[in-house]
């Protein structure tokens, strides 16, 4: 089978590998359909995320077909169309006795860690297989995951009706956290960029204030329209650049929490007092916690809607043009998924 291999940073192959097979352990082979490409899937590739081994198969945004159970299995049957849950863990260390496995000390991770699903075949244990809506496109599926993603920095905020929350950033993640952010129904969603055509999209799906930092003054616009000039009450840095974490820790009120999701090693500058002056809680919050049954009955129940909200879909074999287009960082872009059947095509936007 075909394979999308990370051997070093800056150094992506179409590989050759063996099909796997399944055994007691990964007792369900899934044939993979689709796998999106992340923000932490450049950082593999740029050798900017820091938890990541070499070489690697990645991928963790991965749903596909099952096509062959072991006995053991039980959760799912041939030809189920099934999402992967990316997290494995060692069931017994602090993290996990505690119900947060998302960060057991043993982690593994799909695509980061172990090899994840930019290949045409993965064996899984079956309790890992999540089934997918009926109707919903395997491209649209992928977008499953980071929506869980979303759904655990929201428990971490512990966001309440009288909190006004910011969202600094409107990429794929940002766009997820505000479709889950709705549903706790704050007084207030503001939302932050730097393009405005995603501000704009962001207002149209929800948000209350779009603010371009690039265009205001951050902190006293922030100042001008949360009730009272206290700023928001709760901050989820979905952007994750260098100085975001800084800006937010900045910006907040007191009593507030502000979410952190990056990866970046890079140093940025936080002061003691500018957190315990407001008493301010920051919570990182990684991957998810058992959220993937969470969001497909989010789905189900029309409270998450995830139809064509790709932006470009490209064949796996063709992944160096999509990770090239990727660091353009061109205003079109939403969500780029590879599929993995079908002849090879360049990156196009989703029109399906």
């Known amino acids: ?22 055994d007691e352990k ?10 999106g490409l992340c923000g932490s899937d450049a950082g593999i590739y740029h050798g900017t995320n820091a938890a990541a081994t070499y070489p690697r198969i990645i ?6 077909e099952v096509v062959e159970c072991g006995p053991t299995a039980k959760k799912v049957k041939v030809g189920d169309r099934v999402i992967i849950d990316q997290v494995t863990n060692c069931g017994h260390c602090y993290a996990c006795r505690h119900g947060r496995p998302n960060v057991c000390q043993n982690l593994q991770v799909r695509g980061v860690h172990i090899d994840g699903g930019y290949r045409e075949f993965i064996a899984v244990p079956d309790e890992h297989c999540y089934i997918l ?19 655990q920095a929201c428990s971490r905020a512990e966001i309440k009706e009288d909190d006004e929350v910011l969202i ?3 990429g794929a993640l940002g766009a997820r956290m505000l479709s889950i952010v709705k549903l706790y129904h704050p007084k207030k969603i503001i939302v932050s960029d730097i393009f405005d055509e995603k501000l704009q999209e962001a207002l149209e799906n929800g948000a209350d204030i779009a603010i371009n930092p690039m ?29 975001s974490l800084g800006t937010l820790i900045g910006v907040t009120g007191n009593a507030g929490r502000v979410i952190t999701m990056g990866f970046t090693t890079s140093p940025t500058e936080v002061t003691n007092f500018g957190i315990t002056s407001k008493e301010l809680d920051i919570r990182g919050s990684r991957l998810q916690n058992r959220k993937f049954q969470e969001v497909i009955d989010l789905v189900k ?8 909200k790709i932006s470009h879909v490209c064949d796996f074999r063709e992944a ?33």
């Open 26 to 35: 990964n007792n369900v082979l899934v044939q993979v359909k689709a796998s």
């Open 133 to 151: 809506p009926e109707g919903l496109r395997y491209v649209d599926a992928v977008l499953i995951e980071p929506t869980t993603i979303a759904v």
């Open 215 to 243: 265009k205001e003054n951050f902190a006293e616009k922030l100042k001008e329209v949360t009730t009272d000039g206290y700023g928001p009450t709760v901050s989820i840095d979905c952007a994750c650049t260098k100085d």
């Open 301 to 308: 129940e029309g409270k998450v809607d995830l139809d064509h």
């Open 320 to 352: 160096q043009s999509a990770f090239d287009f990727n660091d353009t960082h061109d205003p079109s872009i939403r969500k780029i998924v590879f599929t993995m059947e079908g002849e090879p095509y360049k990156v196009r936007p989703d029109k399906d």
């Open 59 to 64: 991928g963790h945004e991965i749903v596909g």
């Open 1 to 22: 089978m075909k394979a999308v291999r990370i051997m070093e940073p800056e150094n992506l192959r179409i590989v050759e590998e063996e099909k796997p097979h399944i």
């Open 168 to 170: 600094n950033g409107q």
